[in-house]
């Protein structure tokens, strides 16, 4: 599975997008990037995936470069329930796809 | 549906004890996960289960054991405690392999002195 790049931290005032990078310059045509976040001491929470197309759910978008090398996650209106940790993950879909979470990125949401 | 849980909460382990982490899902999922966490540091896969009577190693599975009797309940077993196992557990179940949406428990943060 691809190894993932992301900023150690980051600051987003409430209300604004948050737009967090990530980079999988290695990443294989057939691996899925996902995203997931952690809260403060709670179990992680799946929130987005895309191969090749953005997507966007209820939660975030998810913008994917066209050479597949780098993604961003981007919460459009942050609140300061969104301060977390922020794992970015590249993931070959198969038999007990297994998630490999680095370091992420934690975002604070500040007045 | 209450998802994943986890018990115990929270554990103090002597050196050499031995206990069991317990993790129940109720969604019918085949796949099931276990995952320690270390201060500051991402999640590390110990063991996983693609159904009843299926399990494999993780990338840390030394000093764990686990069983997958039904498709509802993956306890994991530390023998002979150690203080390297201090660590936050975290349990998780996806409906496949293939959707890798992972569903996670709320943790059980072990101490072990």
């Known amino acids: 599975d691809a190894k993932t790049t992301q900023p150690t931290s980051m600051d987003c005032a409430e209300g604004r997008a948050a737009n967090l990078p990530c980079n999988h310059s290695?990443?294989?045509?057939?691996?899925?990037v996902y995203w997931y976040r952690q809260i403060h001491s709670q179990g992680p929470q799946y929130i987005i995936h895309g191969l090749k197309n953005n997507e966007t759910n209820e939660m975030a978008s998810l913008i994917i470069t066209e050479d597949r090398k780098s993604s961003t996650l981007i919460l459009p209106h942050a609140t300061l329930r969104d301060t977390a940790v922020y794992y970015c993950i590249g993931l070959r879909t198969g038999t007990a796809s297994k998630l490999t979470f680095g370091t992420g990125t934690r975002l604070q949401v500040t007045l | 549906n209450a998802g994943v849980t986890q018990t115990p909460k929270f554990r103090i382990l002597k050196i050499g004890q031995s206990m069991t982490l317990q993790c129940t899902q109720d969604?019918?999922?085949?796949?099931m996960y276990w995952y320690r966490q270390d201060p500051g540091m991402g999640l590390k896969l110990i063991y996983y289960s693609v159904g009843a009577g299926i399990t494999d190693k993780g990338e840390v599975p030394n000093g764990y054991n686990v069983s997958r009797s039904t498709t509802e309940d993956f306890p994991l077993r530390l023998e002979l405690a150690a203080p390297s196992q201090t660590s936050v557990y975290f349990c998780a179940s996806s409906e496949s392999g293939t959707v890798n949406e992972q569903f996670f428990g709320p943790g059980t943060r072990l101490t072990v002195l």
């Open positions: 290695t990443i294989s045509g057939n691996e899925y």
């Open positions: 969604m019918n999922h085949n796949y």
